[in-house]
């Protein structure tokens, strides 16, 4: 295995710089070749009626967990874009912190496919399932 | 036609108490019988880089479009969840207001499917299609 | 609006040539600019238990419908490729003819995107909608 | 881990009686608790232009999966339908036989939900990742 194109810090300075409302609101929790675990920190704000956590809030972390594992691959390409997702939702989510774990199931030269397996950290249970697609734009090297 | 179960009043009212967070971010364009017009205005809170609109933007509109459209036919279910998504990104939406349609596919017991275009406010553009599922409470008159 | 790139002849004659085993078991009903009608002729080989059409025979004819159209608006591109497909069931269709209607969301230069709606020939019920995602070759004028 | 509530053979002879066209298109390479190995032998019937396998055979597979691996888990549910089911194609899958994976994610009352993984025979390459989910008919004990 490779060294990651970028590190967590690496990809924390980047978002400093490009997309700064993301920064802070999730942790890098490990990187490895084709994986990535993205760890979401419980708070009220992500509550739906029921005291669930909120769809949106899933899918978010999904897109989040897949774009960070492209950081990570690829090196800073800040204009890849999410051209299809599809989420399973499973189990509600108990009021916790979250830990998505992307996956890399293709890296071509246009498209990038993973999945996504988002549990609850109480106890690990698996919460919803997501298959995201990345396009990558044409000039990176 | 029949009256809607909630109006747009109804339906942010309906937030005021359940689900706070929600309330303003959106605004009820029309409700008709199987369809919910949805308008998010703009704010450069839900820029990312390259200056358009984010992915999660999107999707929470989706699914937020679906939701609403569910409460304005069967009353105030807050309980009603998501269980799936699938959403195509199909064009950069540009840093505008957008305008989300649900339309209802199936209305079920256990599930309610539909179908949600966005399009962006400048012209008019398909920016996104989504369609989304939710499971039904078993409860429900 | 401008004529096809094929008509429904053109296609037939395509088909015989590079997908002879896909000739014959649908029929093109019409073609308009962004969207192509598709007949499935009922056929019990399709059906599955509980006498209903199968999963399978509705995820093949949307994947179909969405082909044609591409060919009648690109003309004889036998390698664009399927790169994802969502559908939901809606209803259990009953043993009778299909038609299929797929419509372009957008047409780019790497991909396309359709959907496409699924009803029964009794009634017109509508029994499954569908998003469907080809890569087009690089190629092409 | 307890027995599978059908084995490969009673599958089979459930096939026999239900769904006859089914039967010996796909070999049980497996059951393990929670996954299923399906294997479909190569058949020149189901290449598409550009001699790859064409995309209606891997979602065809990767629904069958998924049935085998709820009669496996539940018994004879002849009524259990697909609900949705979202694919993503990741590499042409050149002539070879196919081995698909299908891993339940979720199995609750009213909704079950896995995730397929098709290889090819060939190196075993991944070519295709799907999610499956079936709606369970109310009576099952």
Redesign the interface.
């Known amino acids: 295995m490779t060294a990651p194109a970028m590190t967590a810090d690496d990809i924390d300075r980047f978002l400093a710089v ?2 700064p ?2 920064r802070g609101w999730t942790r890098i929790a490990a990187i490895r070749h084709d994986e990535l675990d993205l760890e979401l920190p419980f708070s009220a ?1 992500n ?4 005291g ?1 956590l909120s ?2 809030t899933l ?2 972390l999904a ?2 967990a897949m774009f960070y594992l492209l950081l990570s691959r690829l090196g800073p390409v ?2 890849a ?12 989510p108990p009021p916790a912190a979250l830990l998505a774990t992307a996956r890399l ?2 890296l071509g030269t ?2 990038a ?1 993973g ?1 996504v397996h988002i549990r609850s950290g109480e106890g690990g249970v ?1 919460v919803a ?1 997501a ?1 995201v ?1 990345y ?1 990558l734009p044409p000039a990176r090297a």
Chains 1, 2, 3, 4 share one sequence.
């Open positions: 490009e997309f409302q993301a704000d509550l739906r009626p029921g669930t769809g949106p899918m978010t897109d989040t800040a204009l874009v999410t051209t299809s997702l599809a989420i399973n939702f499973l189990r509600r199931l293709k246009r498209l496919v999945e698996l399932q298959s697609t396009a």
